[in-house]
């Protein structure tokens, strides 16, 4: 019997596809990790909890590179390395986690989704010729953005969610210009290797300034629901969905492996809404979607644009 039942899964694995599993898997895990975030965020200093997040997340990646006996960055290398662990891990994650504090975690998934929207709007100001499906899919993109916050008119009231807004539109806006940075000076470093020290470097940031600042509190003040959320973080979001994005990224058509940039921020919506009863009103429904429509003919145009 427990054969037949087995016989029976790797049939069905093999009929999907490992790929079409991992990037599932990578479509709903990353955007649960909106959920975790929030859900630490409420007990503890937020940018403590970033950095011991990608502290033991980046050490893992370290150490399984070492016992591997991968070399180390040499040179320029380490410039590039040390330049996105601030752009990416230091003001992108850092600041993203930040601002669920402030706002629901349904809204920072879609604010997060902006990425491609604002590498449209740097490469236009840097005189870049664009073609006309991306400058409409920025109108569409930031129409549905519009539409989003007109359910929260009344929340812009308050400081603190003000607060949110700006980080996290600031979060996105480093991790767009991190990505031109990585397509511009892109090094033959193993990528792998590279994202873990870029986390071990950024956590090393980060605790240097709330030390300084004196935005931390101790360890064992930290309640045991905030150290799940990092446990969750760390292997779902770190290390374990990492690995099938890149597992997926290598063996599907890109037109396929995006698919997961539209799927996160229903994932967050929805499950902010079962589980902080987050408000999931008629405007973020229409505006996350026409933003999501956007994001498509902005991504679109990308790729033609390579071909």
Not at 80 to 108: A, P, Q
Not at 109 to 128: D, M, Q
Not at 244 to 261: D, G, K, V, W
Not at 274 to 295: A, K
Request: charged share 10%.
């Amino acid at each position: 019997m427990r054969t037949r039942i087995k016989n029976a899964f790797l049939t069905r694995i093999k009929t999907i596809g490992l790929p079409i599993l991992a990037l599932c898997w990578v479509s709903f895990f990353w955007g649960t990790t909106w959920i975790a975030s929030k859900e630490g965020v409420k007990h503890m200093p937020a940018l403590q909890l970033a950095a011991i997040r990608q502290f033991i997340g980046g050490f893992l990646y370290i150490a399984f590179f070492l016992w591997k006996k991968t070399p180390w960055p040499k040179g320029k290398q380490w410039k590039f390395i040390l330049i996105l662990s601030v752009l990416n891990f230091v003001l992108s994650n850092g600041l993203s986690t930040w601002g669920v504090k402030y706002i629901s975690s349904g809204l920072g998934a879609i604010i997060g989704a902006l990425v491609p929207l604002w590498v449209v709007i740097i490469s236009l100001f840097r005189g870049e010729r664009l073609a006309r499906l991306a400058i409409i899919g920025l109108i569409v993109g930031f129409s549905g953005i519009c539409v989003v916050f007109y359910d929260h008119l009344n929340d812009f009231l308050i400081s603190d969610f003000r607060f949110g807004i700006l980080i996290s539109i600031i979060a996105t806006l480093t991790w767009a210009f991190g990505t031109l940075y990585t397509k511009k000076k892109a090094t033959s470093f193993n990528p792998y290797f590279g994202l873990g020290l870029q986390m071990f470097i950024s956590s090393i940031l980060l605790f240097a300034f709330i030390g300084a600042t004196g935005t931390s509190v101790s360890l064992s003040a930290i309640p045991a629901v905030s150290w799940w959320a990092i446990g969750y973080l760390v292997l779902f979001g770190s290390v374990l969905t990492f690995i099938a994005f890149i597992y997926a990224l290598q063996r599907l058509p890109s037109e396929i492996s995006s698919i997961y940039a539209y799927v996160n921020p229903i994932v967050a919506v929805l499950l902010g809404t079962i589980i902080f009863n987050e408000s999931l009103s008629p405007p973020i429904v229409i505006g996350g979607s026409i933003t999501l429509i956007g994001l498509y003919m902005v991504n679109q145009s990308m790729r033609k644009s390579k071909r």
